[in-house]
């Protein structure tokens, strides 16, 4: 299994190194990587893995500390923890998203995720997959509708993972990001997530068989109830 974790906390390029940490940190944050209450990694680990100097790092912490999504702590069991309560997403506006964006994302997500379960139910599983891939499912599927949409992006973060491709995992991250911008500007329905928890299931359920073709299938028709929710409030 490819962990999500690594797959984010990746080099950032030198140009816009304090931007792009900032942006790494928030993916992490937001995809339900570290979740809220957890740790971030150490000031010296996620300074090498992102490649920035200890200045850098501290300078995007504080970034995210003065907005709300993140608090330092002193003492033996110190450091960067991730705030119980997160900022509220920018205020929706309906309408005016680029048509031609939104289909884009829709089109990138569709292409990336139902590879990404099929790939996934290809693959002879190990116990630590099949517990990663129930573990979040679970956590998804009892999620609060302020916690929801990290609980979800992390199960489709699981199927990423359990792939074994970095690469994937890496864009998967990166594209459910895209998607999630769309989507905090959409009203969360609750019947909309009684019916995506029953269409998680079915995915893993068909992951967990080893069936590639259902899995696919079954995240092809949860992607497009999806589009379809984002084509009506955004277009």
Do not use: W
């Not at 491709?165 to 769309?182: C, G, H, I, K």
């Not at 073709?213 to 589009?227: C, D, K, L, N, P």
């Amino acid at each position: 299994m490819v962990s999500a974790n690594a797959a984010l906390f990746r080099p950032v390029r030198a140009g816009n190194a304090f931007e792009e940490t900032v942006e790494r940190l928030l993916q992490a944050i937001r995809l339900g990587v570290v979740g809220a209450g957890d740790r971030l990694p150490s000031e010296r680990e996620l300074a090498e893995r992102l490649g920035v100097s200890r200045v850098t790092l501290r300078e995007a912490i504080r970034a995210l500390a003065d907005a709300g999504y993140v608090e330092s702590r002193r003492g033996r069991y110190g450091g960067t923890f991730v705030n119980e309560k997160l900022p509220e997403p920018a205020e929706r506006a309906i309408g005016q998203v680029d048509p031609a964006g939104l289909e884009d994302a829709l089109c990138l997500r569709h292409v990336l995720e139902t590879g990404a379960a099929e790939a996934a139910a290809a693959r002879t599983l190990s116990p630590a997959d099949r517990q990663h891939l129930t573990g979040t499912l679970a956590e998804a599927s009892a999620a609060s509708l302020a916690d929801y949409r990290r609980k979800d992006s992390r199960l489709h973060l699981a199927i990423a993972e359990v792939t074994a491709s970095a690469s994937l995992t890496s864009t998967v991250a990166d594209a459910r990001t895209r998607v999630n911008q769309l989507l905090d500007r959409i009203p969360l329905l609750e019947p909309n997530l009684e019916h995506s928890n029953a269409q998680h299931e079915a995915i893993v359920d068909a992951i967990l068989a080893g069936d590639p073709v259902a899995a696919r299938q079954a995240m092809a028709e949860h992607i497009e109830g999806t589009a379809s929710l984002l084509r009506a409030f955004l277009s």
